[in-house]
Each structure stands twice: as structure tokens, then as C-alpha cells.
């Protein structure tokens, strides 16, 4: 069961330094074609703010604050979940309240175990575990429909999901046709200002 890791005046001044850090490493405006296939005038690359030292505490703390209290684990997909839900799964243990965390391969290996889910140590499952899965940012939703499927598939119970950011562009709607809800520590509001 995750912790409050901070009080809520301090949790709200990181988040604060959070999106101005975003701002500077991961934000871009012009022309861009997204993962979804959509055309934006802004684009959000958080890999540079996630694998920041200082982001990566920042972007898991703001994430953890919004776990649901009985989550057993949290997953996303490869690659743009993983430096943020290992951050999250670090700063939860500091906490004392461990949360355990794995992430969904986009396709199986060849090789080895040829597994999916990547993360859980032999003889470990999803069976029956709370899963939330997470991802960075939220635009169609498809990422975390893939991470759903895999989760529900192994036996994992799955009803909350979180994104650093939600483009507000059907992500929820999308999501709650599985019967998922979308929080997120940020929206597209968030950025329209943004230079």
C-alpha cells in the first residue's frame, strides 16, 4: 500500500518545479506526427525529464501520491513506462511501502523465455493482483489498451491507469470502455500556454 511520501504543501511545489522541468527538457511546439498517427502542434517527449535524476524523483513522487491504496503492482509498456514505473518502484521501498512493478514488451521475444511481461521473478504472477498501469503520456490510449490486455491476460485485476500527462484526446473514453479510469498529474491545458 503505497505511502504519502511528503506532505501536500511540498508535494505541490515539486510538482510545480515537475512541469516547469517538462517545460524546459520534453516540451516542443511546430509540426509533429504522434505514435497515434495524429498531427500536433505540440509534442511531449518525456524521456528527457524521466531520465533526468531530478525528474525521475519528481515525475514517480507525483505518480505515487496517486495510487490507489491497494495496488499490488504497477506496468506499463515498453519503453515509455519503464524509467518512470522503476523510479516509482525505488522510491516507494524508500517509503516502506513497496509497490512491485513490471512492463509489457510491444512483441514477445524470440528467444529465451519469449515472455510478454517482463519483471516478475520465477513461480511470480499477475493472478488476482491490482494492477495500475502507467504510462507518460496519454493521447488515443493505445499503449495502455496493449499494457491492459497483457495484465488481464496473465490474470490481473486492472482498473485504474496513470499518465504524467493526458492529451485529453480520447485516452479516457477509450480506457473506459474496458472499465479503466485515467488520472493523470498533468493535462494539455497544462502546456497550451507554454512558449
Known sequence: MPA??????TAGADEAELLALIK????RRGRFVLASGRESDIYINLKPTMMDPRGARLSALALLARLPKDVDYVGGLEMGAVPVIAALAALSDAAGAPVKSFFVRKSAKDHG???VIEGLA???TLEGRRVTVIDDVATSGGSLLKTIEAARAAGARVEHALV??????GAAEALAAEGV???SVFTR????EAS
Request: a negative charge.
Open 189 to 192: 491545458a497544462d502546456f497550451d
Open 164 to 169: 504524467l500527462i493526458d492529451r485529453k484526446e
Open 113 to 115: 523465455t519469449r515472455e
Open 122 to 124: 520465477p513461480g511470480e
Open 4 to 9: 504519502a511520501p511528503h506532505s501536500a504543501q
Open 181 to 183: 479510469s485515467l488520472g
Open 24 to 27: 524546459a527538457r520534453s516540451f
